[in-house]
């Protein structure tokens, strides 16, 4: 397979700036997988799409305010610092991009909110990226929501107003770089509304790395490595999917992220187990799924990780031609854009 086979033309304006005021007024597209037909909605006709006895599987992550914004200490020099991820033996220690990398050399010291957080570069370690080493006064998540921005894709250009419009209404558990986004057209009360038709709501967690926006860059999509990400699978969340399928019920993944997260820990029958770990798991046509029946989506990048993934659901024509009518009628694209649910 070639990575050209997941290209599709996007004009530039349909990229969603900004958030819509009331989340579930997106726009819907609902694709059947085996027939390739297409339905336009509104996102909260979705409740139209599920049956009692189905689950729907979120992703509770939280994306943390990432971006920092600091000076090297002996020049004055402003550098931009991006946290990846926490060294687990190492609490104060971080993964981290650093632009300009040049001026982020081992024992190079940046201040970030005049002093209130002190960062040392330790190490260099694989594509460049940097291990940073924090002192600080206090409690740094405090910290860090005072002084960090909301890590937002590079296609986002605009500022964002609320930083909570970058969350899931369910978010909980902190670790990401960037959000879960098909769950940002959920609110509250159409959770509620879900749950009173007798649908249930499993979480599960995994920590979304940046790398879920890096670029393929092999012409043969087999050679791509995939980032790795932490997940957690909690046995309320695995008894609630298990017995969904033992009821006949769906398994509807919120997210290629809730995805790829049963998809990593599914044995060979589909039984779901507790279990927590880091997934490099990549999808892409020709994988038989185990977990999952049905995915909520958003509209992805051409030739991205994502659109493999869910061309591999619902073929790769379908998907294609669904995105092709997406640009026809001006459905807005990524992060903030609108959905799809491939039933």
């Known amino acids: 397979m070639d990575l050209h086979d997941f290209y599709y033309d996007l004009p530039e304006e349909l990229i969603a700036q900004d958030p819509l005021s009331d989340r579930s007024s997106s726009r819907l597209m609902v694709l059947d997988k085996e027939t390739g037909e297409i339905e336009h909605k509104i996102f909260r006709d979705i409740v139209d799409y599920l049956r009692p006895g189905d689950c729907l599987v979120v992703n509770d992550t939280k994306v943390i305010p990432a971006r920092l914004i600091g000076t090297k200490a002996d020049t004055g020099a402003t550098i931009e610092v991006l946290l990846l ?45 940097r291990l940073i080493q924090f002192t600080y006064d206090g409690i740094f998540e405090e910290i860090l929501d005072e002084l960090g921005q909301m890590p937002l894709p590079p296609y986002i250009t605009h500022k964002l107003e609320d930083k909570n419009r970058y969350q899931t209404v369910y978010a909980k558990h902190e670790g990401s770089a960037a959000a879960p986004t098909a769950g940002l057209h959920f609110t509250t009360e159409l959770l509620e509304k879900i749950k009173a038709m007798g649908v249930n709501i499993a979480r599960v967690t995994l920590h979304v790395g940046l790398g879920t926006f890096r670029p393929v860059k092999v012409e043969n999509i087999l050679d791509h490595h ?81 659109v493999m993934l869910v061309s591999a659901l619902a073929g790769r024509e379908h998907v294609l031609h669904a995105y092709e009518v997406a640009v026809q009628e001006k459905y807005r694209f990524f992060s903030f854009g609108d959905a799809m649910f491939i039933k």
């Open 226 to 306: 995939m980032h790795s990400e932490f997940y957690v699978v909690t046995q309320e969340a695995a008894d609630m999917i298990n017995n969904t399928r033992k009821n006949g019920g769906r398994v509807i993944a919120v997210g290629t992220t809730s995805t790829r997260t049963l998809e990593s820990v599914a044995l060979e029958d589909g039984t779901i187990p507790a279990k927590s770990g880091w997934t490099e798991i990549f999808i892409y046509p020709g994988y038989k799924f185990k977990a999952i029946d049905c995915l909520i989506t958003n509209f992805h990048l051409p030739e991205s990780t994502l």
């Open 85 to 129: 991820k926490r060294l687990e033996d190492r609490q104060d220690t971080w993964e981290v991009l650093v632009k300009p990398g040049k001026k982020a050399k081992v024992g190079a010291k940046i201040s970030f909110g005049e002093g209130k957080l002190i960062g040392e570069i330790i190490d260099i370690v694989e594509e460049g990226n």
